[in-house]
């Protein structure tokens, strides 16, 4: 399954992104970001509050304080939260809160992250999204090595939902495809397409 990436420090243009991606995509991934975790900013908690949204969204944050996230979450109703396993938290309570708040939790790694890391929580997350980027924009190049990470962990944990986010494009998308994943998503090659939709579906054949 193809699914948007969405990423914008501006409320109106998220709104935008959002109602465009409604027309096409089952589901999104709205990225928040705190200028902390990463470099830049996106949208704040506030404003994701307030958005709208008919279509089925998850949230993947990369932020120092994921808590802080799970009550605009709920408001929004987002299906999953995906933190990030560098965050320096108590990642099982992260977990707890999550699933107390009815919505499936995920972790995602970074590209220099290693996969035993995860090891501790496998059992009781629902998600790995790998990162082949060095996370925080929009547009960054491709790091191919992740795809060897990933068909590692498929080997290890062959029953365990995986997603790549993150530097794909048509010229490597055959290559990403290859590997076992239940999602791909996409950011800059569908968004900042001419035509959002057809690139969608160009990408889901």
């Not at 996106?42 to 008919?54: A, H, M, Q, R, V």
């Not at 239940?182 to 800059?188: A, H, L, M, P, Q």
């Amino acid at each position: 399954m193809i699914v948007p990436a969405l990423l914008s420090q501006d409320k109106e243009k998220m709104q935008e992104m959002i109602d465009t991606c409604s027309n096409f995509a089952k589901l999104v991934q709205i990225d928040i970001m705190d200028g902390q975790f990463v470099p830049s900013k996106s949208i704040t908690k506030e404003e994701l509050g307030k958005l709208c949204t008919n279509i089925s969204n998850e949230l993947h944050l990369m932020v120092e304080n994921p808590f802080a996230w799970i009550k605009p979450a709920c408001k929004l109703g987002s299906k999953r939260i995906i933190f990030h396993l560098e965050t320096k938290i108590n990642h099982k309570q992260l977990i707890k809160e999550i699933k107390k708040n009815n919505m499936e939790a995920g972790v995602s790694l970074n590209p220099e992250t290693k996969i035993k890391d995860l090891k501790p929580l496998v059992d009781s997350i629902d998600l790995v999204l790998f990162m082949a980027v060095n996370p925080g924009f929009y547009g960054a190049p491709f790091i191919p090595k992740v795809l060897d990470k990933i068909k590692k962990f498929n080997g290890i944990w062959p029953d365990k939902k995986t997603a790549i986010d993150g530097g794909v494009k048509e010229n490597n998308f055959i290559q990403i495809k290859n590997v076992n994943l239940d999602y791909i998503c996409i950011g800059s090659a569908i968004l900042k397409a001419e035509n959002p939709e057809q690139a969608f579906l160009n990408f889901s054949r």
